[in-house]
């Protein structure tokens, strides 16, 4: 009698080692694993995309700015390069806007000899670049060497033309393309997995139009396919920030429209046209003298008054009240007082944990109320 074959999960994992060298046991891999966050700027933001106020941008994930004109979609990315690099990335910036120098670059204090710019214009050049730089880099890692960190850049994804549309201006056609939706479906569907592998962060901006019908909707112009691929989707939207009757920028709300990293909540924070990004606005929220012993008010004669509509703020650790010129500062955000606030905010903005029973019915009752 012939004797039993056996195969069990160690030998499946042999076997699947053998097929696809990226792949292993859960419990021994580190594939698409997060190992850090790059600061976008602004702590309420850094919350509002990864869950954390010491967070930011996950790497060895996509990520997606998406708005109209002027929403500060280029600001958020020139911002977040300077970080980067002082983390230690060397960045890959496609630009398909021609709005981007060198010398807007050094505004921000960007290192650009670290930078390279690549202007482009089509989606099968990007394509080509993109595959031909993650190819090259696993090739290396594949061989034991090491391989830079490296931020990928695109702004913008909605301005990438096709070859076709190229061809037919040439040529004088006036056929609409409708292949460019699918060529960047194709693109994320290519470069997602080696970009993970590679821990290498991907941000892209987009463009958004308003939809026809009886309730307009925010959309992202190229499709479905830069959407699915993204961790993390944010629809930016502005309204004018005021001194007195002067404009003196903008007050950008950031709506996730997926997150795979904190729960969808909109955040607010401020793009000053002289000043920049304040690094503190849309913190003033948590700030309670519970929460982290700050809070609207004035001392008078020694005593701590609090007042909702007062212009000042008591600060506990610092035992006096600051003015708002003086309120959104490192010396007021202290070290102590934002891991105060973080520790505060995390089951705002942070999935709970689902790993326990749940009570379907308890569920559906919360949802009807």
Same mark, same amino acid.
């Given at each position: 009698?012939?004797?039993?074959?056996?195969?069990?999960?160690?030998?499946?994992?042999?076997?699947?080692?053998?097929?696809?060298?990226?792949?292993?046991?859960?419990?021994?891999?580190?594939?698409?694993?997060?190992?850090?966050?790059?600061?976008?700027?602004?702590?309420?933001?850094?919350?509002?995309?990864?869950?954390?106020?010491?967070?930011?941008?996950?790497?060895?994930?996509?990520?997606?700015?998406?708005?109209?004109?002027?929403?500060?979609?280029?600001?958020?990315?020139?911002?977040?390069?300077?970080?980067?690099?002082?983390?230690?990335?060397?960045?890959?910036?496609?630009?398909?806007?021609?709005?981007?120098?060198?010398?807007?670059?050094?505004?921000?204090?960007?290192?650009?000899?670290?930078?390279?710019?690549? *202007?482009?214009?089509?989606?099968?050049?990007?394509?080509?670049?993109?595959?031909?730089?993650?190819?090259?880099?696993?090739?290396?890692?594949?061989?034991?060497?090491?391989?830079?960190?490296?931020?990928?850049?695109?702004?913008?994804?909605?301005?990438? &033309?096709?070859?076709?549309?190229?061809?037919?201006?040439?040529?004088?056609?006036?056929?609409?393309?409708?292949?460019?939706?699918?060529?960047?479906?194709?693109?994320?569907?290519?470069?997602?997995?080696?970009?993970?592998?590679?821990?290498? *962060?991907?941000?892209?901006?987009?463009?958004?139009?308003?939809?026809?019908?009886?309730?307009?909707?925010?959309?992202?112009?190229?499709?479905?396919?830069?959407?699915?691929?993204?961790?993390?989707?944010?629809?930016?939207?502005?309204?004018?920030?005021?001194?007195?009757?002067?404009?003196?920028?903008?007050?950008?709300?950031?709506?996730?429209?997926?997150?795979?990293?904190?729960?969808?909540? *909109?955040?607010?924070?401020?793009?000053?046209?002289?000043?920049?990004?304040?690094?503190?606005?849309?913190?003033?929220?948590?700030?309670?003298?519970?929460?982290?012993?700050?809070?609207?008010?004035?001392?008078?004669?020694?005593?701590?008054?609090?007042?909702?509509?007062?212009?000042?703020?008591?600060?506990?650790?610092?035992?006096?009240?600051?003015?708002? &010129?003086?309120?959104?500062?490192?010396?007021?955000?202290?070290?102590?007082?934002?891991?105060?606030?973080?520790?505060?905010?995390? *089951?705002?903005?942070?999935?709970?944990?689902?790993?326990?029973?749940?009570?379907?019915?308890?569920?559906?009752?919360?949802?009807?109320?």
């Amino acid at each position: 009698m012939a004797k039993k074959k056996e195969f069990n999960f160690s030998d499946l994992n042999a076997e699947l080692a053998n097929i696809n060298p990226l792949g292993s046991v859960m419990s021994e891999s580190d594939f698409s694993e997060v190992t850090e966050y790059i600061d976008t700027g602004n702590y309420h933001l850094n919350a509002c995309v990864s869950g954390s106020l010491f967070g930011g941008w996950p790497n060895s994930r996509t990520c997606a700015l998406a708005g109209p004109s002027g929403t500060g979609k280029t600001f958020l990315i020139l911002n977040s390069i300077k970080r980067a690099i002082d983390m230690g990335y060397s960045i890959v910036f496609y630009d398909s806007e021609a709005a981007v120098d060198r010398q807007l670059m050094k505004k921000f204090g960007i290192d650009i000899s670290k930078v390279n710019y690549q *202007p482009i214009n089509t989606v099968q050049a990007f394509r080509h670049s993109v595959t031909t730089i993650t190819t090259k880099m696993q090739e290396v890692k594949a061989s034991g060497g090491e391989v830079p960190k490296l931020m990928i850049i695109l702004d913008s994804a909605g301005n990438l &033309a096709t070859q076709k549309e190229i061809n037919d201006a040439v040529s004088g056609s006036e056929k609409a393309d409708m292949t460019r939706a699918k060529i960047l479906k194709s693109i994320f569907r290519i470069i997602m997995t080696p970009l993970a592998d590679l821990k290498i *962060p991907f941000l892209f901006t987009n463009h958004t139009y308003m939809s026809q019908g009886f309730i307009a909707q925010q959309i992202a112009g190229g499709g479905t396919g830069p959407e699915y691929a993204a961790s993390i989707v944010l629809f930016l939207n502005k309204a004018q920030l005021k001194e007195g009757a002067e404009k003196t920028g903008i007050i950008v709300t950031a709506k996730p429209n997926k997150n795979r990293f904190a729960k969808p909540t *909109p955040v607010k924070f401020h793009l000053h046209f002289t000043k920049g990004m304040n690094r503190f606005v849309g913190l003033e929220q948590y700030a309670t003298w519970d929460i982290c012993g700050i809070t609207r008010g004035t001392i008078v004669k020694g005593e701590k008054v609090p007042k909702a509509t007062a212009r000042t703020w008591i600060c506990e650790h610092l035992d006096k009240a600051v003015s708002n &010129a003086d309120f959104f500062t490192e010396k007021v955000f202290t070290k102590e007082v934002l891991e105060k606030i973080d520790k505060h905010i995390k *089951p705002i903005f942070n999935y709970n944990d689902i790993s326990h029973d749940v009570d379907v019915d308890e569920i559906l009752e919360e949802t009807t109320e």
